[in-house]
Each structure stands twice: as structure tokens, then as C-alpha cells.
């Protein structure tokens, strides 16, 4: 791996491929590149006003306008074009913009200097006058935002690491066990990158910038769930009286079934993404079912060699695995679970309902910027902008008109941009430099209106104007002999909105089909995995639902991330049914050992609830620690993702799975009748053996 190229050489940051070209808003951002040459460029606006809020007087704008002289004749690298002047003075004259056009995507290092350099300037600029500032945009919320994103993920890293290191202390109360999973996925970490980007350019599909961060996370997540099935499985036939090397080979069989079926279920969820039309999701399927398959094969190779050599002093100095507990908490719970399997049917799926109705007051919330920290200079520009223009302002939705043959007239266009500017819920219409509604290219046969919406940019309630009201009257009202596309940052989110609907629809139920295909080899029966999945569905929108109640109930926010679905079901349903396939198989293996459904039921909580829990809390805790991060998007998904691991174990595999198998008794196997005995069933004393010394 050390020769391997490194996921930067193969990792993309064009925009455009996250929607297909037959999506408008990126129909019209070919209109503008080809036109205008401005389609992926950034921009920095400075927003000025007084530190009285009153009017800007005209020395005030006079002050403004030589900002603006000063900033372009600077020299500034990546500065192309500075506009300012009356046209950008708001019709209320208390705010008035500079907006600085730069060369460039906003995460360029280079894009970020130039935006300290022009608040350097800006500071300079208005010093001694009664003016005051604040330098916003994409770049200037990108630069603001790194830090803030940076000490996020630094807080989250640190408490997972902890957090897994505790709490597998606490378990097994050996370090060698705890830092186990903490090694070994360090080892897969550093080969995973090096062979996704390999094979990435072997086959030529590309990955996202994000992926290295999600990835890392995956690999924590199901790694320690691998690793301590196996510890788990171990210590049991320990205590059994195996020998060590028997004890290993015994795990290995039983959970390495487990570990496969589980890697396969999972690679069949992200393998799922491909079938997404917006590329953000596309680019995560390849290289996180590489990572996958990667811990997979460590869990059942590199971690059972250590183990072998370790033997024993895995747990050291602990002793309990030479000893079986007797009156544990799973123990219990099992022995209820064999004697009122329909109670606690009822309960577990009766609370999983209960969240899932949250669901219905879901919205989604596209506004980016809404989940960045409030107190930037970025996040201070947008509040001075909103005493001043409309909430869109920063970002005007722009439509694009393209003769279908010769030039456009210019009279038409300014009466075409009042019937757009007529439509309810557009603001205004931003005048170009030269004054005129409409800013026409060299060939006068292109032109960009751009328009200023009432409300965010993001709002569904923009979306909805952009995806309907608006779209419908720039199509039918163009000038005769022309074509009309709407583009801009708020039509984007109207096709990524359509887009996400669409994948979400396509992508659950073929996963779906494919996993129960999965469970439905590993179980030989057709009935199991049916339940097993609507288990998992309920369990998805049991997570979703309590989110909602949480942060749009509770927390009073006017919707989740558009992008939480797809993550709790990258990391709820994908990595929540390893809890699944443990348990049913443990199920599987109680019954094959000669128990009626109800003892196996009884056992299969007691001896698999364990590590099912265990893994749980160790995931859901890593997740947890997100809600240290202070950005709201990340505690969004540390809540849904720990809420939805912790549903996942231990209300639907350890309490919901087993109750229902044991009310379906033999039926849950058909037809292939997994659960036939093909050996005697143990004797108390043979089951509680205990080794001595």
C-alpha cells in the first residue's frame, strides 16, 4: 500500500456530477459556463451598512464605492471582478453590497487567502468612518466554518477512541482486549484508502471527497461489532471447559458464518447506492463495501492469528472467562423472553411504532447554513443582509434565456423579467451592471435574469416556488423564439430534492430484496427473513421518527438534514442487521442443539444478548460523542445514528427477533426447517462446565 495512490488522486470535487444532465439546474449551468464562463466560480460579498442602522447617506456610499476601487485595483490573486455601487443599495438604502467575483471552487486554499485578504482590506477600507462589515458567501462560509469543522471532528475522533477503549474495558476488563479493535482497524485504516483508490482507478468510478471520514467510521463500527462477536463467542466455549485452540476453532466456525453473512448484507446495502441518481450518494458504494469486505477478512484471519498466539492473555489479568455467571441481567431477560414471548412481542414492537409515528411531522431542511455555527463573520453577513434585501439575496436564482435563433430583443426581456418578478414569493430582481434587469452575453443571444426570493434560499418553501410556480411561468412566458432554464443555488436543491425522493424510493426496497436473499441462503427458509426485514424497516422509521420528535419536536428546527435518511440507513439498517443475523443465528444454532422455539429463544438471548448489547453500546457511544460537536448537522447525525444502533440491538434483535421466532416456532424455517436437531440437547451440568486453574 505504500506504493498505492492516495484517495486525493482519485477523489472529485466537480459538483456537476451529483446530478445527471437532463436535471434543469444543470442545464443551466451549462447555459451560464458556455455563456458567461462563470458556472462553477465562486464569490465573496461584502455587506456593508451603518453601525446605526440607519440609511447610508451618500458619503457613506461614496465610502463604499472606493472600497470597491481599492479591492479591485489590490492585485488580489483569484479576484476577477468587484461590482458595487447604486444598483446593489437596497431599496430600503440601510445595507448596500460589494460583491467580489473569484476564480475558483470555494475549499481552494487559494480562495480562502484571497477572502482574508480582502477582509484585510475591508477592515483598512472603512476604518474611521461609521460604517461596519461583514465579508459572507460560499468562501467566507467554507474558511469560517473549517475550524470549526476541524475541532468537531478532532472532538469526535478523540471520544470514539476513548469511548471504545472504556467501554471494552469495562466489558472485558483486560487492555489487550480493549485495544484490540483499536489496532486493528488502525491497520485496516491504513490499507483500505491505498486499495479503494486503486481499484478505483482500475474500474474507473469515482469517490467523494467525504468518503475517507465515513469510511473510517464504518470501519470502527463494524470492525469492534466483528471483533467482539468473536471475543464473545471465544470466551464462551471457554468457559465451557475448551481448550483454547479448540475454543478459537469453535468461535470461528459459528461466528465467522455470522461475520460473512453480515459483510454481505452490508456490501449489498452500500453496492445499493450505485442505483442513487445524485452522485454524492453514488461515489459511497464502491469504496465503503471495499473497506467491508477489507474488516471483514481481518475479523476472520489477522484477529483470530493474534488471538491464537495471545490465547488466554487476551482477557488478562481478568479471570472471569474461566468462570460462567450465574443470575446475569441476559440470563433473565432470556428465561422471560422463552416464557412470554407474546408480551414482549408486543412491547418491543410496541414502542418501535410508538417513535415511528414521529414521523409524521417529518420535514426536511435543505438550509445548509442554518447548520453552521451562528456566530462567524459569514453567519453576522447574512443577518446585515436581511435588514437591507430579501432572504435570497446571496444567492439569486438565476434564469437563463437562449435564443432559439438569432439575437434576443432587449424590450422582451425586460418584460418577460417583470412577469417572473410578478410570480409571489420573488422579492426583485438584482439588476445587472449596466442597470438592466437582464445581463446578455458577447452574441446577445443568452441571457441571465437574476431573481431575489423572499424567503432562504434553502427553505422548502423556495423549493417549492423554484419546482413549481416559477418554473412553470419562466417556461411559458419566454420570449417568443426563445428557451427558458432555471438555475441556481436554489433550483439545485429543487432537483437534488427530486433526485434524493427518487433514490430513496429505489435504493430501500432493492436493498431490501437482496439482504433478505442473503439472510434467506444463510437460513435456508423464506419466512425468517421477511420478518427480519420488516423488523429493520420499522426500525428505520422508529430512528427517523424519534430524531424528528427530538430535534423538530423538542429542539423546535423547521426540519432534519435532507441527507439524514440516507445515513441512518448507511449506518441504522446496513450495519443495524449484523445484530440481526447474530441473533437469528444463534437462534438457529439453540434450535439445531434439540431446543423447543421457546428455550432457544430463552438461550439465544442469554448467550448472543451479551454481545449484541456490547456491540451496540460500543457503536452507538462512538456516534453519541458527535453531539460534542457543536455543529448541528453532526449532532443531528450522532443522535439519529446512536438512537438507531441502540433500537436496532436492543429493542428489535434482542427482544422483538427472538420473541417472534419463538411465537412461529418451527414455521419461522420454512421450508428448509434450519432449526431441525442434529444433536441432542445439553445437560444442565454439561452447559454450565466451568474451567479451573
Not at 429493520?536 to 424528528?548: D, H, L
Not at 430535534?551 to 450495519?575: C, E, K, N, T, W
Amino acid at each position: 500500500m505504500a506504493f498505492a495512490p492516495t484517495l486525493a488522486d482519485v477523489t472529485t470535487r466537480d459538483q456537476a456530477n451529483f446530478l445527471p444532465s437532463d436535471f434543469e439546474s444543470v442545464q443551466a449551468g451549462e447555459l451560464a459556463a458556455q455563456s458567461f464562463g462563470r458556472a462553477d466560480q465562486a464569490s465573496a460579498t461584502i455587506v456593508v451598512k451603518r453601525q446605526d442602522s440607519q440609511e447610508l447617506t451618500k458619503d457613506d456610499q461614496t465610502a463604499i464605492g472606493d472600497l470597491g476601487k481599492d479591492i479591485d485595483g489590490a492585485g488580489i490573486d483569484r479576484v476577477k471582478t468587484v461590482l458595487t455601487g447604486a444598483q446593489f443599495l437596497s431599496p430600503n438604502k440601510k445595507v448596500q453590497l460589494v460583491t467580489v467575483g473569484l476564480e475558483g471552487i470555494q475549499d481552494d486554499p487559494k480562495l480562502v487567502e484571497a477572502v482574508k485578504e480582502i477582509r484585510e482590506r475591508a477592515t483598512d477600507g472603512l476604518a474611521g468612518t461609521d460604517l461596519e462589515y461583514a465579508v459572507t458567501g460560499d468562501v467566507a462560509m467554507f474558511a469560517d466554518n473549517a475550524d470549526a469543522f476541524d475541532t468537531a471532528l478532532l472532538i469526535v475522533g478523540a471520544a470514539t477512541v476513548v469511548l471504545i477503549i472504556g467501554l471494552l474495558l469495562v466489558i472485558y476488563r483486560s487492555p489487550v482486549a480493549a485495544l484490540l479493535p483499536i489496532v486493528t482497524v488502525g491497520v485496516v485504516s491504513a490499507i483500505a484508502p491505498g486499495l479503494v483508490a486503486w481499484l478505483a482507478q482500475a474500474f474507473g468510478f469515482q469517490v467523494d471527497q467525504s468518503v475517507q471520514i465515513v469510511m473510517t467510521i464504518v470501519l470502527y463500527g463494524v470492525g469492534t461489532d466483528y471483533i467482539v462477536f468473536l471475543l464473545f463467542r471465544y470466551r464462551e466455549r471457554l468457559r465451557a471447559g475448551d481448550d483454547p485452540k479448540t475454543a478459537l476453532v469453535a468461535a470461528v466456525a459459528r461466528v465467522g458464518e455470522v461475520i460473512a453473512s453480515a459483510a454481505a448484507a452490508i456490501v449489498i446495502a452500500f453496492m445499493a447506492l450505485l442505483l442513487a441518481v445524485f452522485g454524492a450518494f453514488t461515489s459511497f458504494g464502491p469504496g465503503l463495501s471495499i473497506a467491508v469486505v477489507l474488516m471483514a477478512i481481518a475479523s476472520v484471519t489477522l484477529i483470530p492469528a493474534v488471538v491464537s498466539l495471545v490465547g488466554t492473555k487476551v482477557f488478562w489479568p481478568s479471570k472471569s472467562w474461566q468462570r460462567t455467571p450465574k443470575g446475569t441481567v441476559f440470563q433473565r431477560l432470556g428465561k422471560f423472553t422463552g416464557r412470554r414471548p407474546a408480551v414482549v412481542a408486543v412491547a418491543s414492537g410496541g414502542v418501535m411504532v410508538a417513535l415511528a409515528l414521529g414521523m409524521l411531522g417529518f420535514n426536511t431542511d435543505y438550509d445548509q447554513t442554518g447548520q453552521l455555527p451562528s456566530d462567524t463573520e459569514s453567519a453576522r453577513g447574512l443577518e446585515y443582509m436581511e435588514a437591507g434585501f430579501p432572504a435570497g439575496a446571496l444567492n439569486p436564482t438565476s434564469v437563463f434565456v437562449k435564443a432559439d435563433g438569432g439575437t434576443l430583443d432587449e424590450q422582451a426581456l425586460a418584460a418577460y423579467a417583470q412577469k417572473l418578478q410578478d410570480v409571489p414569493g420573488v422579492g426583485g430582481v438584482m439588476p445587472s451592471p449596466t442597470g438592466q434587469p437582464a445581463t446578455l452575453n458577447d452574441e446577445k443571444n443568452i441571457a441571465k435574469i437574476d431573481l431575489l426570493l423572499d424567503t432562504s434560499p434553502y427553505a422548502n418553501e423556495s423549493l417549492d416556488l423554484v419546482d413549481g410556480p416559477l418554473r412553470d411561468v419562466a417556461h411559458k412566458q419566454a420570449p417568443e423564439g426563445s428557451t427558458a432554464k432555471v438555475g441556481g443555488l436554489t433550483s439545485a436543491f429543487a432537483d437534488i430534492r427530486e433526485a434524493n425522493n427518487r433514490d430513496l424510493w429505489v435504493i430501500f426496497p432493492v436493498a431490501g430484496v437482496l439482504i433478505a436473499l442473503v439472510l434467506g441462503l444463510m437460513l435456508r427458509s423464506l419466512v425468517a427473513p421477511i420478518y427480519l426485514m420488516l423488523a429493520v424497516v420499522i426500525g428505520f422509521f422508529s430512528t427517523m421518527g424519534a430524531t424528528v420528535l427530538v430535534f423538530q419536536g423538542i429542539g423546535d428546527r423547521p426540519g432534519v438534514s435532507f441527507m439524514l435518511p440516507m445515513l441512518v440507513y448507511l449506518f441504522v439498517v446496513a450495519i443495524g442487521t449484523d445484530y440481526n443475523i447474530l441473533m437469528i443465528a444463534r437462534l438457529r444454532e439453540e434450535a439445531k442443539l434439540g431446543h423447543d422455539p421457546r428455550k432457544a429463544a430463552d438461550l439465544a438471548v442469554e448467550h448472543g444478548g451479551p454481545s449484541v448489547g456490547a456491540a451496540g453500546v460500543i457503536l452507538a457511544g462512538t456516534f453519541a460523542s458527535m453531539l460534542l460537536a457543536g455543529v448541528s448537522f453532526l449532532m443531528e447525525m450522532g443522535f439519529a445514528v446512536s438512537v438507531g444502533i441502540l433500537i436496532a440491538a436492543f429493542v428489535m434483535s434482542m427482544f422483538l427477533v427472538p420473541s417472534l421466532t419463538a411465537l412461529l416456532g418451527h414455521a419461522a424455517w420454512w421450508p428448509g426447517h434450519g432449526d431441525r436437531a442434529t444433536v441432542p440437547p445439553p445437560s444442565s451440568e454439561e452447559r454450565d462446565r466451568v474451567t479451573v486453574g
